[in-house]
Structure formats: C-alpha cells, structure tokens
C-alpha cells in the first residue's frame, strides 16, 4: 500500500511557476513509475508528465513539454512537478499517481495509487 500527499498548489499570476510535491510513505517508492495528472472543472482527468523508477525516462503531455519538468528523490520518497510559464488552462487540480507497471504511464488505468489532489489556479 502506498498513501500519497500532493503539495505546491496555490493561486498564481500568468506566467508565473509552482513546484508541486507529492510524497509517498512506504519503502518501495523507487520501485514505482509516478505520474502526475490533472482535472480542470468540467474536464477528464488528463496526463501531464511520468517518470521512470530511477528518473531515467521521463515523459510529457505535447501541452506542457517546455515548460513542466518532472523529477524525483528516491532517498527522500518523493517526486516534484516544476512549473513554468504557468497559463490560466493549466488551472485544474494536480494528482500524483504511482504505477507498478512502466508500460504506456501516459495511461490513468496503469496508475495503483493516486493522491488527493492540490489545486492550482493561474490568473490571466
């Protein structure tokens, strides 16, 4: 079992950025592949970014390459979400999720476990 907490949202000019944390208890963090996804108002639930056990492969959603970057600490259980240049469409709550499967994490089915959610909010 794995329980994950998100953290970082917050309500944020155009253009500004954000880190987004989430962090897992349990001591096979570095076994799972973890995403982060995220829901506007209205909206599916969509992919934004994934990234490999050990940080080697990192994948994006076309609508944020450039401007999010995803990483992870293994030792301290946890994987941030720097954003960038944030838009007032990137407003929505943020999920992380974590995967024991590495195939298609682009994917919301292959995720196990999913946090709460942080809400972050950009103004025009």
Request: glycine share 10%; aromatic share 14%; hydrophobic share 30%.
């Amino acid at each position: 079992q794995v329980q994950l907490v998100e953290s970082g949202g917050g309500l944020v000019q155009a253009g500004g950025s954000l880190t987004l944390s989430c962090a897992a208890s349990g001591r096979t963090f570095s076994t799972y592949v973890m995403g982060w996804f995220r829901q506007a108002p209205g909206k599916e639930r969509e992919f934004v970014t994934a990234i490999s056990w050990n940080g080697g492969r990192t994948y994006y959603a076309d609508s944020v390459k450039g401007r999010f970057t995803i990483s992870r600490d293994n030792a301290k259980n946890t994987v941030y979400l720097q954003i960038n240049s944030l838009k007032p469409e990137d407003t929505a709550v943020y999920y992380c999720a974590a995967s024991y499967s590495d195939s298609s994490p682009w994917v919301t089915q292959r995720y196990d476990y999913w946090g709460q959610g942080t809400q972050v909010t950009v103004s025009s």
